[in-house]
């Protein structure tokens, strides 16, 4: 299977282009903001990357699309340099995060957790880690 992956500067859907069968999206949101739920409407750069999500899914089935999120990468928070710092993670926002992306019929998660290895679990644990893995498991 092939993927069109929404990242970046390519988050808008094309006007023109339509996907070939058996392509399915996979939906990237990487300059989101984490203090807000990514259906915020009172977060403008949330606001923005919901409102593509919800455009792309008139051309992609819901129920074969992905969303590829950042909340446990703690490369991301880190500005991708070393010392890793901890992700900011809030459990509240990823609860509202999964509730607004089933609503639109999408069942398949994963975040990138890049930075989180020996060194980071030393310092900081594996509490978010674990919660992220719970509240996901709850949800679906």
Not at 28 to 34: H, S
Not at 55 to 82: C, G, T, W
Not at 116 to 125: L, R, S
Request: with cysteine; net charge negative.
């Amino acid at each position: 299977q092939w993927a069109f992956l929404a990242y970046l500067n390519c988050s808008e859907p094309s006007e023109r282009i339509k996907p070939a069968p058996g392509v399915f999206l996979e939906f990237a949101p990487i300059r989101r903001c984490y203090l807000h739920a990514i259906d915020d409407p009172s977060c403008e750069i949330n606001r923005k990357f919901y409102h593509d999500l919800q455009r792309l899914l008139e051309v992609f089935d819901p129920a074969q699309s992905h969303i590829l999120e950042y909340h446990m990468d703690s490369s991301y928070f880190s500005r991708y340099n070393k010392p890793a710092v901890k992700v900011v993670f809030s459990e509240k926002i990823l609860r509202r995060d999964l509730e607004a992306y089933t609503a639109l019929g999408i069942r398949n998660f994963t975040s990138f957790a890049v930075y989180m290895d020996g060194e980071y679990f030393k310092n900081y644990g594996d509490e978010d880690l674990v919660a992220y893995a719970k509240i996901l498991n709850e949800h679906l």
